[in-house]
């Protein structure tokens, strides 16, 4: 067996491969919208990483179509004699690049930048995925447990494919442990899991005030103006500091865990200078520990080829974000009822249910993490931390609940700057070294305690 040493230098020299790897991944447009790119997309990507894992050494990995019509690649390799099994989860499907115009460089072309690798799904997940290669080509025939692969292909879409396909198929994606790598670090060199999601509960509000749109300069003024009712009900999601405030729903929870530095956060998310933060509570409370509601769009006329007409009829998508601890359906229900109050003038308001999901919380008491930390000590030289993230991953539930026997840890290369789901997405290359070394010593350390 190689040493720890030797195996980071192994990690270090699978680098320019790991670059090739992401560029080729990178440079297929596998949006999981028909509507936007083509299918055959999705399925070019399935394909590669079908073919990558095999060449890694997994063994009958195949593409089965899930419930949503997308395909999950599955593979697996059997554990030594006593050995746990590993589940290692990614995605291969992305985001769409929003406005190209506000990418530096192309969104599906990997380019280097001030020491970043740039383009959509380069941190998520496509980085996680060349995460999980290199970890495994570096330990090759020294693999100390069972591996199962699964490499979702409509996270992004929130289409439930993989979860409505995971209790029909129990046997695919059972193991001691589920390392769910769609996440990331605090920062670049702070190792971190995340331990706590927060669910969604998106919904479609519509406002109708006209039979149609009528001309502004003969009815405008009397007329009611239905993308005005629609701004006064969004407006109504928010209290004045900005604050989400939902009848209902409980505002008022708070984070126990590391906190965020407010200066950090703003650093993070890319605010403005002499903007300020919106809600109350430190960020961490914010983040993880509240509800909070986006408008993820609107549907009304363009500025460019309007027309003077008063719109009689907008809509809007809207988004929930829900804390551990509150269910989401409650949460989709009093979102539907505060748009349906909040409408003036008697404008007419119909919300249409969207996707949702429940909340995470993860236990860390287990073996797995104290592998995953002794790993982390070796790479960084610190702890592992514990955070909280406002992003959902709904099969984290369903494997939860499928497999309650079974540890689940949340990490990867994924930290802040990555810029996920924004134009000019980035990873930066040293986390998918290190966290690719951290993987690598977890799966080593984890089979030694199992053999205590």
């Not at 380019?111 to 997940?125: I, K, L, P, S, V």
Request: glycine share 10%; net charge negative.
């Amino acid at each position: 067996m190689t040493t720890d040493t030797e195996l980071a230098a192994r990690i270090a020299a699978l680098m320019p491969r790991a670059e090739r790897d992401l560029a080729e991944l990178v440079a297929i447009p596998s949006v999981a919208d028909p509507r936007q790119q083509p299918p055959e997309k999705c399925r070019q990507a399935a394909e590669w990483v079908a073919a990558a894992f095999t060449e890694a050494g997994l063994q009958d990995v195949r593409l089965a179509e899930t419930p949503d019509g997308s395909h999950a690649v599955l593979g697996h390799r059997p554990p030594p004699p006593g050995a746990p099994t590993v589940l290692l989860y990614c995605h291969y499907d992305v985001q769409p690049p929003l406005d190209d115009a506000a990418w530096t460089t192309p969104p599906f072309e990997l380019t280097e930048r001030d020491g970043r690798w740039y383009g959509r799904g380069a941190a998520d997940c496509k980085g996680n995925i060349v995460m999980h290669l290199t970890a495994l080509r570096a330990l090759g025939d020294d693999l100390p447990v069972g591996i199962k692969l699964v490499a979702e292909g409509s996270e992004e879409q929130g289409t439930g494919g993989l979860e409505a396909y995971v209790p029909q198929h129990p046997e695919d994606l059972h193991a001691d442990v589920l390392l769910v790598c769609d996440t990331g670090n605090a920062a670049v060199g702070v190792p971190t899991a995340t331990t706590s999601l927060r669910g969604l509960a998106n919904v479609v509000v519509t406002v109708r005030t006209l039979a149609s749109d009528v001309h502004s300069g003969m009815f405008g003024g009397p007329a009611p103006d239905a993308l005005a009712a629609l701004v006064r009900i969004l407006d109504s999601l928010r209290d004045a500091e900005g604050g989400t405030r939902i009848d209902g729903l409980d505002d008022g929870g708070t984070w126990e865990g590391v906190g965020y530095d407010e200066q950090q956060f703003r650093a993070d998310a890319g605010v403005l200078e002499g903007v300020g933060l919106t809600g109350s509570g430190t960020v961490a409370d914010r983040l993880w520990a509240r509800p909070a509601v986006t408008v993820l769009g609107i549907d009304c006329a363009p500025v460019v080829g309007s027309a003077a007409a008063v719109p009689g009829t907008a809509r809007a998508r809207v988004s929930l974000r829900v804390p551990p601890g509150m269910d989401p359906g409650t949460a989709q229900d009093a979102l539907t009822a505060h748009l349906v109050a909040a409408a003036p003038w008697g404008a007419r308001v119909t919300v249409e249910p969207e996707s949702k999901g429940s909340p995470f919380r993860a236990a860390t008491d287990g073996p797995a993490y104290g592998a995953l930390d002794a790993a982390a000590r070796e790479v960084y030289g610190k702890p592992l931390s514990f955070l909280g993230q406002g992003g959902s991953i709904p099969l984290c539930n369903v494997l939860a609940a499928q497999y309650p026997e079974s540890e689940i840890i949340l990490m990867g290369v994924e930290e802040p700057r990555c810029l996920i789901h924004a134009p000019n997405e980035s990873v930066d290359p040293s986390e998918i070294e290190h966290m690719a070394t951290v993987e690598a010593l977890f799966l080593r350390h984890y089979a030694a305690a199992a053999h205590r």
